[in-house]
Every structure is written in structure tokens, then in C-alpha cells.
Nanobody
Framework: QVQVVESGGGSVQAGGSLSLSCTAS????????FGWYRQAPGKQRELVAT???????DYADSVKGRFTISRDSAKRSVSLQMNRLEPEDTAVYYC???????????????WGQGTQVTVSS
């Protein structure tokens, strides 16, 4: 069974930094893309950053210049370095992996369980 597991997060004061990590496991996988999403209370889930198989990266305007997404393909993992955090960044952060299972060629989108990031002013 394919799954992704997040780690990191926590609480920090405004201006501080946190790092999130996510690892995909299960099966023989091609990682087509990794993405980080977040959902604040009362709001819809929104895209934070994505990194594609070819290395293309995209960020939400609200995090450009502050957050950095990176991956370790050999470890099937992705990280999100978050700097200059703001109270508005407070949310549950979710990892998403779009994968192809290479024995069945099944396309899957897999979500992590989410990790809380809280930024106090």
C-alpha cells in the first residue's frame, strides 16, 4: 500500500523557521510530483508548493521568497523549508504525492495525515 508520512511542524513565533519532511513508501514507485498543501480553520485547502518529476517548482504567491521545496529522489522524500513565518501561515500542512506504481502502472494520488504549523505573533 502506497502511503506518505509527514514529519516536522510545530509552534514558532513570527519571523521564525520550521521544516517539514515527507516520505513516500510502498510499492515500486515513480514520483510524478510532490506537493505541500495547507488548510487553515474555516478555509479551503490551498496549494503551497509543488515540485514535478522534471524538477519544475511552483509556489503560492503568499510564500514566494520565504518557503523552499526540495526533494531527494533516491529517498522518495520531499522537504519544505519555511522561513520568516507569519501568523497567516498557521494551518495543517499536508503532503501530496502523485505517483505511478510501476508494476501495475496505476496512477495514484496519496495524501499524508497532516501536520500542524502554528505561528504566534
Amino acid at each position: 500500500q502506497v502511503q506518505v508520512v509527514e514529519s516536522g511542524g510545530g509552534s514558532v513565533q513570527a519571523g521564525g523557521s520550521l521544516s517539514l519532511s515527507c516520505t513516500a513508501s510502498g510499492g515500486t514507485l515513480r514520483i510524478n510530483s510532490f506537493g505541500w498543501y495547507r488548510q487553515a480553520p474555516g478555509k479551503q485547502r490551498e496549494l503551497v508548493a509543488t515540485i514535478m518529476y522534471n524538477g519544475n517548482i511552483d509556489y503560492a504567491d503568499s510564500v514566494k521568497g520565504r518557503f523552499t521545496i526540495s526533494r531527494d529522489s533516491a529517498k522518495r522524500s520531499v522537504s519544505l523549508q519555511m522561513n520568516r513565518l507569519e501568523p497567516e501561515d498557521t494551518a495543517v500542512y499536508y503532503c501530496n504525492a502523485a505517483v505511478t506504481e510501476m508494476t501495475t502502472f496505476e496512477y495514484l494520488e496519496v495524501w499524508g495525515q497532516g501536520t500542524q504549523v502554528t505561528v504566534s505573533s
